[in-house]
């Protein structure tokens, strides 16, 4: 292997490889706030309106509680914040999902032959009343976990698990019917099909890649095998990169888990995997008032927002299980957010053989780990993908809560402590990584009392 191409894997925060999309690098990308934007809240009684009107401000959005999003250049801006009616100010913070994947011919990654033979498997199988590939529902991930047993004792009916996230694909065959009319905080409308956000071309080509690769090309891959997109059956390329599936993967290992649970899609994430803390903050008051009873949330940021905090606070409140990602920057993180806020499951990633996944974040943040590497999940066009990646990790945790919370009227707070303590402690296999409680164990969380 070249020293270029180790370097290239070692900086990727995960990777997504699709039913025979076998090149996909997955990156970051870091985008600022929109120009001119703040948030402000105002005190008590006083007038966003009349606020707005005394400065040149556009107000552009608004959250119950007296939070505003108000746009001006940067001069407006500064003398609207001296004003008596301003309570607090904070910029309208960028957020990105902790993974996103840019499709490009000239992208590699490197494939692991046990994922392969799951992509390659043909069998299907009726697990929580939709069809399946079978090596999916039985794999290493979710055996690990013990979840591949559990739905003789939970399966999450009449739980909702908000995602937030850049859409679903709702109409894979494996999540058929497994979702609930949800909300698209971009298009302000209420569609969240992610398939919708890009042209034609791009699921034509998807189906063209997955039925293009003879089980000839993929029985040849290994470790150490760079494969290339084909450009005919990808020429899509053409425009920028995107962030695409990220929310059909999280949403197809949250129903794998519960399968009979209720998906609740909430888009706040555009197709470059990014929103602003603003947004996001709707979002979850959203899914809150939605009757939500867990909120996954697979993204991080460097910076604590007090908006998102108030708005955590908020559906803590409410009694919701938060479940959030912690990153992949193989880095000790305290005060990722929003994992780090104290009423949030703050989840890392583990792989097979219960170490810390290569990419994961770890440190105070983290509450729990949960399998994150070498996983399978549904993505869009009705494909399977290759993922690895904490948001992967986190939607583990937030399909194991469904299934507690299916079983327990308990508070959300006592589900947490369950979670927690009936979790795998796997210290002694990762000296030097804080990774919380130990790896979840969904059917130790289903028995104890």
């Not at 957020?95 to 392969?116: G, K, N, Q, R």
């Not at 290339?228 to 059956?233: H, M």
């Not at 990153?327 to 104290?342: D, E, F, K, Q, W």
């Not at 079983?407 to 919380?436: M, Q, W, Y």
């Amino acid at each position: 292997m070249s020293r270029a191409l180790d370097s290239m894997l070692m900086r990727s925060a995960c990777a997504i490889v699709v039913v025979a999309l076998t090149a996909v690098i997955v990156g970051f990308t870091e985008t600022g706030s929109p120009d001119g934007r703040v948030v402000v809240e105002l005190k008590n009684g006083e007038s966003i309106e009349a606020f707005c009107g005394r400065h040149g401000l556009t107000l552009v959005d608004s959250i119950p509680g007296n939070s505003f999003l108000v746009e001006a250049d940067a001069t407006r801006l500064t003398e609207a914040s001296a004003d008596a009616a301003v309570a607090a100010t904070e910029p309208d913070l960028p957020l990105t999902v902790s993974e996103a994947a840019i499709l490009s011919p000239a992208s590699v990654a490197f494939l692991d032959p046990a994922i392969i033979d799951v992509l390659k498997d043909s069998e299907l199988v009726l697990h929580g009343g939709n069809l399946w590939k079978k090596s999916v529902v039985v794999q290493r991930g979710i055996r690990r976990i013990n979840a591949d047993d559990v739905l003789r004792l939970a399966d999450g009916t009449g739980i909702t698990v908000a995602v937030l996230d850049t859409g679903i694909d709702a109409s894979h065959p494996a999540l058929v019917g497994s979702t609930i009319p949800g909300f698209n905080f971009l298009a302000d409308d209420t569609n969240t099909n992610e398939v919708s956000d890009v042209p034609p071309a791009i699921i034509d080509a998807l189906r063209l890649a997955s039925a293009s690769l003879s089980s000839g090309v993929l029985t040849r891959l290994n470790p150490a095998t760079v494969a290339f997109l084909d450009p005919a059956a990808v020429s899509f390329v053409k425009t920028p990169p995107l962030y695409f599936g990220h929310g059909t993967l999280v949403s197809g290992l949250i129903h794998l888990i519960a399968p009979g649970a209720s998906i609740l899609p909430v888009k706040a994430f555009d197709t470059s995997g990014t929103s602003t803390s603003f947004r996001v903050a709707k979002a979850i008051r959203y899914a809150v008032d939605r009757g939500a009873h867990v909120i996954n949330m697979s993204f991080d940021m460097d910076q604590s927002s007090p908006l998102l905090a108030e708005t955590l606070d908020y559906a803590a409140d409410h009694d919701v299980i938060l479940v959030a990602s912690v990153g992949n920057r193989n880095t000790l993180v305290s005060s990722t957010y929003p994992a780090s806020h104290p009423a949030v499951v703050g989840v890392a990633a583990t792989n097979t053989e219960d170490g810390k996944a290569r990419f994961s974040n770890y440190g105070p943040a983290v509450k729990v780990a949960a399998p994150g590497d070498s996983l399978i999940s549904t993505y869009p066009a009705g494909l399977y993908a290759g993922i690895a990646g904490t948001s992967f990790a986190a939607a583990m945790v937030s399909g194991q809560a469904a299934l507690v919370r299916s079983k327990s009227t308990a508070p959300a707070a006592d589900i947490v402590r369950r979670i927690l303590s009936t979790s795998e402690p796997i210290a002694a296999l990762n000296p030097g990584f804080a990774l919380g409680a130990g790896r979840i164990d969904a059917r130790d969380a289903l028995r104890r009392r």
